[in-house]
């Protein structure tokens, strides 16, 4: 099923498919950058509706989390949209790749809808008045490396959701930090969407994809598959708790990347995993590589001290 075309909505220009994407692009899609053109697409959406949330630069990653949407909705909204409330100073906000025409080339006739809108179109006051906050859970972990980033998080999806209006949206388990925040958000907020968690699409070589690989040369991205081959070892000492423990410290201590954490949490809570722990354990992993902050994670199973 497809959206009927919308005059008030600008069509982009036809697609190349790409090498690395033979999907099947049966869809016409269109692009809305503003609310008002993204709510007329939406209105004349009929059956289930998917969100995929972005900030562009998409990749192969991004692909999965559409192809994904696609299984699970008659119709696919994704968002193109770099959140300025979720960088913090010295962060990367000016620098964070942006290639809109790219990102719709990618996804044509694989989406129905790109909603792109500018940062005044989202923010009319910037910092908005009235926002969102992740609590404590978003100042542990990559919130305590970037304060406030998760409650710009949190902000920007409650308003995406809220203009999406789609009856799921898919979110990779990369940032697995994220991940839990938003489903608890949904949960907390009651905001009627199911969170559906998506794979984390690896390169050939074990590398997570990320938008930020970009910033790394052949040597950074050498390097980087620390994070994938640590992830690896700590999941073949499963189902000992201690085991992955050790491989996690041993990992840290020997220092092949500057890194700022390596910790097997309880993924109800977010805290470390204690002794007596049993099922499912959280793997998540950060450090820098050339100067940018990777993530990586994983899921074991414990069922051993």
Do not use: C
């Not at 620098?95 to 080339?105: E, F, K, Q, S, T």
């Not at 404590?136 to 999806?157: I, K, Q, S």
């Not at 499912?280 to 990777?294: D, F, H, K, P, S």
């Amino acid at each position: 099923m497809t959206a009927q075309p919308d005059p008030a909505a600008r069509k982009h220009p036809s697609a190349q498919t790409a090498p690395s994407a033979q999907r099947v692009r049966d869809r016409t899609t269109r692009l809305a950058t503003t609310k008002a053109e993204l709510r007329t697409l939406r209105g004349q959406m009929t059956g289930t509706v998917a969100a995929v949330l972005t900030m562009g630069a998409l990749h192969e990653g991004h692909l999965a989390l559409v192809t994904r949407a696609r299984e699970l909705a008659d119709h696919v909204i994704l968002t193109d949209f770099v959140n300025p409330l979720q960088f913090g100073p010295g962060e990367d906000f000016e620098a964070y790749p942006r290639d809109l025409d790219a990102d719709l080339a990618l996804v044509d006739g694989l989406v129905d809808a790109v909603f792109a809108p500018s940062v005044e179109e989202m923010y009319p006051v910037l910092p908005p008045t009235v926002s969102v906050t992740a609590g404590r859970a978003g100042t542990v972990l990559e919130g305590a490396a970037r304060p406030g980033h998760f409650d710009g998080v949190v902000t920007v999806v409650t308003k995406l959701l809220r203009l999406t209006d789609p009856h799921l949206s898919v979110f990779g388990r990369k940032d697995a930090q994220q991940l839990a925040i938003i489903q608890r958000l949904v949960e907390d907020l009651e905001l009627g969407v199911r969170i559906e968690p998506v794979e984390i699409q690896r390169e050939s070589s074990g590398l997570a994809r990320s938008s930020r690989n970009a910033y790394l040369d052949d040597a950074g991205r050498e390097q980087a598959l620390v994070l994938s081959r640590t992830l690896r070892s700590a999941e073949a000492a499963a189902p000992s708790l201690e085991g992955i423990q050790q491989v996690l410290r041993e990992a840290v201590a020997r220092a092949e990347i500057g890194w700022d954490y390596a910790l097997a949490l309880d993924p109800a809570t977010l805290e470390e995993a204690g002794p007596d722990h049993r099922g499912e354990v959280l793997l998540v992993l950060a450090g820098y590589v050339q100067g940018t902050r990777l993530l990586d994670a994983a899921v074991a199973v414990v069922t051993a001290p």
